[in-house]
């Protein structure tokens, strides 16, 4: 009898503990929690106090007009505060509902709008992207000569849509720039950024060195696989433009415009109804204006990006630069990464899939990124050897902006924090914000 008693005893606690991690498990945030008591939950007052003083002083030394934070831990809203002008001429106060250019910020939604493909059946992550876009070069430049002719070589392995996400195709990267020079062609500086300005302010934004007059992402993709790869894919690590390519890749599976399969497939079910590539010409006054940090003051920059999007003509979607919006739009997005693919009641993508993106590096162990750098599928993987500050886990994972936005998503501490500003030229100032914020979660 005694027996039996202990059995069923541990049979009870078993199914305790069982739905425990069902109820866990069903508990994930589908909101963010806006009325939390700090106390309540562990947080230090004073440390909040800590952050709110770093901002303003930010300000204060004029190392920008207006940033903000957003700061949620468990879905609990621990940090929400913008700071300065977000138009010094005019002296508009920031707000956290301002528009800020995200600039690569884009690159993750279109990383995870491929990965949606994936899930549908209609490609696999290591298919060849030739398999849907036959153009796409299957030679690697080896010599440029000074006539700007070149020799080339067959790639040791063909591009899949995995070098594509972890910029490792080896799209205008190497020696490429050489041949583009000699064809006295543009180069990739951005305008604002040191690339030339254009004479009017084109119909969206456009990456630097490319045709600002191109109405679709088509155009540019097909001038760009004219060229030669500058190295195998798999074998070094060049930013930005693979992820133009993998979202014209999303237009040719899924037979919508990227802007269209974007909204319908993420931002849209997450409820970030104010990110978007383009607005209605009233809606340009909710954007933070840019300035630059230059000589120990701020001098305005370029509004092209911002002004770009009220164009009349809204057709040109680029995958790794062009989304906009307010920080709490961008932090639904990380809140559903780290829940595992789901917020606001919508599934995006599958756990797994959330887990294969955001914990298997793709790149070798040396690259240009520097020592210690990993990118997984859309994301800067960190680790022992590089973080921002030594608070952030070994699974947090990241990325940005150009103009000074970041954001990351740790799992092991269930947070996840963004920084914004609007800035061409600045201090990197977002490590002592972070480093705050670990203070502020720290028990």
């Known amino acids: 009898m005694k027996k039996k008693l202990i059995l069923t005893t541990v049979i009870f606690v078993f199914a305790l503990f069982a739905c425990g991690v069902k109820d866990k498990k ?30 303003q002083s930010f300000v204060d030394q004029e190392k920008l007009n207006c940033v903000a934070g957003f700061v949620a831990q468990n879905g609990n809203v621990i940090y929400k505060k913008a700071f300065g002008l977000k138009d010094i001429e005019n002296n508009i106060p920031a707000t956290i509902d301002d528009y800020y250019v995200l600039f690569s910020q884009t690159k993750a939604i279109t990383t995870v709008a491929f990965m949606t493909l994936v899930e549908k059946g209609l490609v696999q992550v290591d298919d060849p992207v030739s398999t849907y876009f036959p153009e796409i070069p299957d030679q690697v430049v080896t010599t440029v000569n000074e006539d700007g002719t070149y020799e080339t070589r067959p790639v040791t392995t063909p591009m899949t849509f995995a070098h594509l996400m972890s910029h490792s195709s080896g799209l205008n990267a190497g020696l490429v720039g050489q041949i583009k020079r000699a064809e006295r062609k543009n180069n990739d500086t951005p305008a604002g950024f040191g690339g030339r300005m254009p004479k009017e302010t084109p119909a969206g934004q456009h990456s630097g060195g490319g045709n600002y007059n191109a109405k679709y992402l088509e155009e540019e993709m097909l001038a760009l696989v004219k060229y030669p790869l500058g190295f ?8 930005h433009i693979s992820t133009n390519m993998l979202a014209y890749m999303v237009e040719r599976i899924s037979g919508q415009p990227l802007r269209d399969y974007v909204k319908e497939n993420i931002l849209i079910p997450l409820g970030m109804n104010d990110t978007d590539w383009y607005y209605e010409p009233e809606k340009l006054s909710r954007f933070v204006k840019a300035y630059s940090y230059a000589d120990g003051k701020l001098e305005p920059a370029t509004n092209m990006y911002s002004e770009g999007t009220i164009s009349e003509q809204q057709t040109y979607c680029e995958g790794a630069i062009g989304l906009n919006g307010p920080i709490e739009d961008y932090a639904k997005f990380c809140q559903m990464l780290l829940n595992k693919g789901e917020f606001n009641g919508a599934r995006i993508l599958k756990p797994e899939t959330i887990e294969l993106m955001t914990t298997v590096n793709r790149l070798p162990e040396e690259n240009s990124g520097g020592e210690g750098f990993r990118f997984g599928l859309g994301f800067e993987l960190y680790n022992d050897l590089k973080k921002p500050v030594p608070a952030v886990s070994n699974s947090a994972f990241a990325w940005g902006g150009m103009f000074g936005t970041e954001y990351i998503i740790d799992p092991e501490n269930d947070l996840v924090a963004l920084f914004y500003m609007n800035m061409a030229r600045r201090d990197n100032l977002y490590p002592q914000y972070l480093s705050k914020v670990y203070k502020l979660i720290d028990e």
């Open 26 to 55: 069903n508990t994930l945030p589908q909101q963010f929690n806006h009325n939390v008591s700090l106390n309540d939950i562990g947080v230090n007052q004073n440390e909040v106090k800590e952050i709110d003083s770093l901002l």
């Open 232 to 239: 195998d894919p798999g074998t070094e690590w060049s930013y």
